[in-house]
C-alpha cells in the first residue's frame, strides 16, 4: 500500500481537470511505483478506461499541462511519472526525503493552477460552457 500527501487532494478542484482526466490520474496512481513512475502507456491506460484515443489524450494533455503528470521528453512512446507531490511512497520517511531532495535541489516541479484574469462562471449558469471530456 502506498501513502500520499494529502493537501494536494483537497484543492484538485482547483485544477479544473475533466472527469476523464480524474480517471487516468486514478488508473495511473493505481498502477504506479513508489516515487510516482508509472510503466504504462497511453493506449494501455485507455484500455483500463474505455474513453478513446481521443479523450485519452486530451485528458492526457491536460494532465501534463496542470504538472500532475511528468512526461519524458522524446517521440513516441513517452515515459509518464506522477509530480512527486500525488505520488505514493511506501512510507512517511521516503515521501519527507524525495520532496525534500527534490526541493532544496531545486527541481520539484510546479503544480499549475489556472489563473482567472476575471472571474470563473458560476457552476450552472450554462452561458458560454462547453463540455470537454
Same mark, same amino acid.
Request: hydrophobic residues 40%.
Given at each position: 500500500?502506498?501513502?500520499?500527501?494529502?493537501?494536494?487532494?483537497?484543492?484538485l478542484?482547483?485544477?479544473?481537470?475533466?472527469?476523464?482526466?480524474?480517471?487516468?490520474?486514478s488508473?495511473?496512481?493505481r498502477?504506479?511505483?513508489?516515487g510516482?513512475?508509472?510503466?504504462m502507456?497511453?493506449?494501455?491506460?485507455d484500455e483500463?478506461?474505455?474513453?478513446g484515443?481521443?479523450s @485519452?489524450? =486530451?485528458?492526457? *494533455?491536460? $494532465?501534463?499541462?496542470r %504538472?500532475?503528470?511528468?512526461?519524458? +521528453?522524446?517521440?513516441?512512446?513517452? /515515459?509518464?511519472?506522477?509530480?512527486?507531490?500525488?505520488?505514493g511512497?511506501s512510507?512517511?520517511g521516503? @515521501?519527507? =526525503?524525495?520532496? *525534500?531532495? $527534490?526541493?532544496?535541489? %531545486?527541481?520539484l516541479p510546479?503544480? +499549475?493552477?489556472?489563473?482567472?484574469t /476575471?472571474?470563473?462562471?458560476?457552476?450552472?449558469?450554462?452561458?458560454n460552457?462547453?463540455?470537454?471530456?
Amino acid at each position: 500500500m502506498l501513502i500520499t500527501t494529502t493537501g494536494l487532494l483537497g484543492m484538485l478542484h482547483q485544477l479544473e481537470l475533466t472527469p476523464t482526466a480524474i480517471k487516468v490520474l486514478s488508473v495511473m496512481f493505481r498502477h504506479s511505483e513508489s516515487g510516482g513512475v508509472v510503466h504504462m502507456k497511453q493506449a494501455e491506460i485507455d484500455e483500463v478506461l474505455g474513453v478513446g484515443q481521443a479523450s @485519452m489524450s =486530451r485528458a492526457m *494533455a491536460l $494532465l501534463v499541462e496542470r %504538472g500532475l503528470v511528468l512526461r519524458s +521528453n522524446g517521440g513516441r512512446g513517452h /515515459r509518464y511519472a506522477l509530480h512527486p507531490a500525488v505520488a505514493g511512497y511506501s512510507g512517511e520517511g521516503e @515521501m519527507k =526525503r524525495e520532496l *525534500a531532495e $527534490l526541493q532544496a535541489a %531545486g527541481t520539484l516541479p510546479p503544480i +499549475n493552477v489556472p489563473d482567472y484574469t /476575471r472571474r470563473p462562471p458560476r457552476p450552472g449558469s450554462g452561458r458560454n460552457l462547453h463540455a470537454v471530456a
